[in-house]
Structure formats: structure tokens, C-alpha cells
């Protein structure tokens, strides 16, 4: 399988804030791989160096086979760009925008006509097409920063957080046009901090934290390495905790992960953690049993989940 993109020891400096620490990583051809992390674990950066907006300082980056330090006009012109915050022109329509962003890869105005008006299609925007940019909702607005990632028929799209501040039905419609462009063959690379997003479209994730990459691995994979099958969720005041409880679920093959004021237990049976519960002095009624989850292995390897 081809890489597309390939990142050795890739660093980055703001001053004295070092915001990538040295990181490695490869996106193979036609696969959609996930960037999960917290605020400032450094998704923005790494997206803002494959896209050319940001100089490789440290390590290297090699993109469609050349190694880069500023992806030159050549490649950009393979890659689509939807960037954390939306960069549509408020003074142009819906199909202007796409017209004119077309021009800048060199497209003739017909041909960006054909073009914007087949991606409205695709993205479900036809009805918008004279309307003006600050009549769209978020959703509407996300989907049309989506086609505008198209004009130039990208083989790799970049989006960094392309559902954040979205409903859950406008979330789901952006799913649906990823999807589908997946389906086609283009290679996609995103960050969110949705463990939903992650685990519905992606096909491998890379777990970001201050810098580094902390896991590797299909979402499923994930869970399976990184936690224990079940989880029990404890909902009761921490101070209602019997002391000493980690200790047990610990001798008893179980692991206990304290996060802000909630508590999760962890176990490979875990109806047999269930049934000890009454004697550790925790009420069952107040528990809660489920299979792991995203969620649980990105609590556990960032910890706290203080932030956001
Ligand atoms: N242009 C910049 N100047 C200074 N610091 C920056 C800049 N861009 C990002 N940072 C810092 O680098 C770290 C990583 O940021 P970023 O890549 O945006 O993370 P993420 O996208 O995962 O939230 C953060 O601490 C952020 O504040
Ligand atoms: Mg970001």
C-alpha cells in the first residue's frame, strides 16, 4: 500500500512552547485516519504542515513521495483543505465562493462553474447556491467549506475538526459526504475530539497528547490493547467512596480510573465485578455496566480529561 503522507520525527517550536515533540507517523492511500486529541495536543500544527501553511523545522515530511519543507503549489494542488475555522468570503454567494477558490488552482470559469455546481449537488446545496454565505447555518457552512476542499479534485483531503460546534443531525450529514467521498477513493485525514466521529468514520486513529503521539491502531484495536473489555461506571459523590476500593478491583484482576469526579472500573468479566460490587460497599443501583469504549482508552492514555 502507498503512503501518501509520511512524517519522521516531525517537531515544532512556538517560541519556547514546543508544540510537536518529535512525531512519526504514515497515512496510507484511500484510508480515512484520525488525529484524536485534546485542545493544543498539536492536531492544528501537524494538519497546518501537510497542507503547507506551516515550514518543517525539525524532522522530516514527505508528501505524494517528495520530501518537503513548505508543500510546494505542485502537491497542494492534490490536496483539499478544510481548516478548523471556516475561511468562506462573506461578500460572495455560495457559488461564487466556490468559483473563485476554483481560480486559484488555475480552473477556467467555465470549468469552476461545472464544477462548484456538481459539488453542490453532492454536498446537498443546490438550494443555496445564490444564497449568501452568513445565511448558512454551521452545518451549511461546514458542508460548503467541504466542496470548496473538492474544486481541484484532491487526492487527499484534510480536515481539521470538521464537525466541532455542529448539531448531532448536521454532524451525522457531514459523516454521510465523507463517507461517500471515501467510497470514491480519496484518501482523508481528520482531527476531532469526538470519540463518535473517530470510531464512525475512521479507519485507523492516532492518539495526540502535548506533542506526541500516544497510540496507534484501528478504533477497535484501540480498545482492545489500550483497556479492559467492560466498564463500570460508578455515579456516586466521590466522597461516598469506600477507601481502599482501587485496591480491590485491582486484586481482582480489575483496574479503577478516577476522572474529574467520576469514577470507572474496569474488568474482562465484567459481570463477575458487577456481582462484588455490594461487598466493596459500592451500591449497584448507582453503577452502570457497558462494553469499553473510545472513550475509555482516551481517558485512560491522556489522563484527567481536565481539559475541553
Ligand atoms: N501560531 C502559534 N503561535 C504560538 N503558539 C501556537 C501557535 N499555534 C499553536 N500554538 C500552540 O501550540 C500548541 C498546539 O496547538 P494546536 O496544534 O493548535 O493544537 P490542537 O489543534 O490539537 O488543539 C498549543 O499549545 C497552541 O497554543
Ligand atoms: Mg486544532
Not at 75 to 87: A, R
Not at 167 to 196: C, F, I, N
Amino acid at each position: 500500500m502507498n503512503n501518501v503522507v509520511i512524517a519522521e520525527n516531525l517537531g515544532k517550536c512556538y517560541g519556547s512552547l514546543r508544540a510537536l515533540n518529535g512525531i512519526s507517523f504514515a497515512i496510507r492511500e484511500g484510508e480515512c485516519c484520525g488525529f484524536l486529541g485534546h485542545n493544543g495536543a498539536g492536531k492544528t500544527t501537524t494538519m497546518r504542515m501537510i497542507y503547507g501553511l506551516s515550514t518543517v523545522d525539525e524532522g522530516r515530511l514527505t508528501i505524494f513521495g517528495r520530501p518537503v519543507r513548505l508543500t510546494p503549489p505542485a502537491i497542494k494542488s492534490l490536496i483539499g483543505i478544510v481548516p478548523q475555522e471556516d475561511n468562506l468570503d462573506p461578500d460572495l454567494n455560495v457559488l461564487e465562493n466556490l468559483e473563485v477558490y476554483g481560480g486559484l488552482f488555475g480552473l477556467r470559469r467555465r470549468e469552476a462553474r461545472e464544477r462548484a455546481r456538481d459539488l453542490l449537488a453532492l454536498m446537498g446545496l443546490e438550494d443555496k447556491t445564490h444564497a449568501k454565505v452568513n445565511e448558512l447555518s454551521g452545518g451549511l457552512k461546514r458542508r460548503l467549506v467541504i466542496a470548496r476542499a473538492l474544486i481541484n479534485r484532491p487526492r487527499l483531503v484534510v480536515l481539521d475538526e470538521p464537525t466541532t460546534g455542529l448539531d448531532p443531525q448536521a454532524r451525522h450529514l457531514v459523516w454521510q459526504k465523507l463517507r461517500a467521498l471515501k467510497s470514491e477513493g480519496v484518501t482523508l485525514v481528520l482531527t476531532t475530539h469526538y470519540m463518535e466521529e473517530a470510531a464512525q468514520l475512521c479507519d485507523r486513529l492516532l492518539v495526540m497528547h502535548e506533542g506526541a503521539i500516544l497510540a496507534e491502531g484501528s478504533p477497535r484495536q484501540l480498545v482492545e490493547r489500550h483497556t479492559l473489555p467492560w466498564a463500570i461506571e460508578v455515579l456516586v459523590l466521590l466522597d461516598a467512596i469506600p477507601a481502599g476500593l482501587a485496591d480491590k478491583v485491582a486484586a481482582a484482576g480489575g483496574e479503577a480510573l478516577q476522572v474529574v469526579d467520576g469514577l470507572f472500573l474496569y474488568a474482562t468479566d465484567g459481570e463477575d465485578m458487577w456481582r462484588r460490587l455490594d461487598g466493596w460497599g459500592v451500591p449497584p443501583h448507582a453503577c452502570f455496566l457497558r462494553p469499553s469504549n473510545l472513550e475509555d482508552v482516551f481517558l485512560k492514555l491522556t489522563g484527567k480529561g481536565e481539559e475541553d
